[in-house]
């Protein structure tokens, strides 16, 4: 979705110009589309459990807060970065990079007890906070009060600051479109 949200003001530019919609609209237009998505994989995951059956815990509820962290940190870090790529548009190429560098850096495909040595480098990666809040409920494994209160406080942040943003440069928005 931060890919995708390097790009959202520039293709939303027609829009911008011709209405008086809030710009920030275009940004949670994004969003709710990709949540619709989303929620339209998880139905296919519904359907297919009762043939696969894979353990399901009791933790797995927790999943769903930390979904609700993982889209208020994606509002503010959405708003940052299509704010960002709609003033210098050589940005959304970087963006682009940044996002396949964090994916690798991320434990998405791996898990962290692997990593032999850099696990101070982990620590540093926010994704990895969200993502051990999202996926460890569903697998049953227990995630620390510390890696919680992390997972707000950068959700909590990131919201503040696409909030100081978007309040400081949204009137030029439409000149830079």
């Not at 994704?127 to 707000?152: F, H, K, N, S």
Request: glycine share 6%.
């Amino acid at each position: 979705m931060l890919g995708e949200a390097s790009l959202t003001l520039v293709g939303a530019g027609n829009l911008i110009k011709s209405s008086q919609m809030p710009i920030v609209f275009h940004i949670l237009r994004m969003l709710h589309r990709n949540l619709i998505v989303f929620l339209h994989n998880a139905i296919v995951l519904i359907a297919i459990w009762p043939f696969v059956r894979w353990s399901l815990y009791p933790s797995a509820v927790l999943s769903v807060a930390g979904a609700v962290l993982l889209y208020l940190l994606l509002v503010g870090a959405s708003v940052i970065i299509a704010i960002i790529c709609v003033r210098y548009r050589d940005v959304p190429p970087l963006i682009q990079v940044l996002i396949q560098f964090l994916f690798f850096l991320t434990p998405i495909i791996w898990y962290p007890e692997q990593v032999k040595f850099g696990t101070e480098l982990l620590k540093l990666n926010p994704m990895t906070y969200i993502l051990m809040i999202v996926r460890d409920p569903i697998m049953g494994r227990p995630v620390e009060i510390q890696t919680w209160i992390i997972a707000i406080g950068l959700s909590a942040a990131s919201l503040i600051a696409g909030s100081l943003m978007y309040m400081r440069f949204r009137r030029g928005i439409a000149y830079w479109v």
